[in-house]
């Protein structure tokens, strides 16, 4: 599996993007709430994130990167505390990032479920429940 393929499937599924003027899956765009939705789901799968970057209609207005904090890319305290100290520096922002996903998550398959339920399960459990 491609790495964009990944975080079409696996990452970005079912979560709104913000049009920016750039193309590139790695260079989407979302909402704060569906930004931080994106982080929690790349800590679960270890994804990296090289770089944060937010975006105001068309322009990044601010970018933080994992050298800035001294951290590696894997390591998800920085891009935490990046995306806290972005979002309380201006409201109304959209986000993006660039990912570093190791080449064995790839290649592993079946892929394990993404942290967020999907309509369907909340639906199969709701059926379960009403036996």
Not at 8 to 22: C, I, P, R, S
Not at 70 to 77: F, G, I, L, P
Request: glycine share 4%; proline share 2%; aromatic share 10%.
């Amino acid at each position: 599996m491609e790495k964009s393929e990944f975080l079409e499937q696996h990452v970005f599924n079912e979560l709104k993007k913000v049009k920016t003027g750039v193309e590139s899956v790695e260079a989407q765009s979302f909402s704060e709430s569906d930004f931080e939705i994106i982080l929690k789901r790349i800590e679960h799968f270890g994804i990296g994130v090289y770089k944060i970057e937010a975006w105001q209609e068309d322009k990044v207005v601010d970018t933080s990167s994992h050298e800035d904090f001294k951290k590696k890319v894997t390591d998800s305290s920085w891009y935490k505390k990046a995306f806290l100290t972005l979002k309380t520096r201006q409201a109304g922002l959209s986000y993006s990032a660039s990912y570093k996903i190791s080449p064995k998550l790839l290649a592993r398959d079946p892929f394990v479920a993404s942290p967020t339920k999907s309509a369907d399960d909340v639906q199969e459990a709701k059926d379960l429940t009403e036996d």
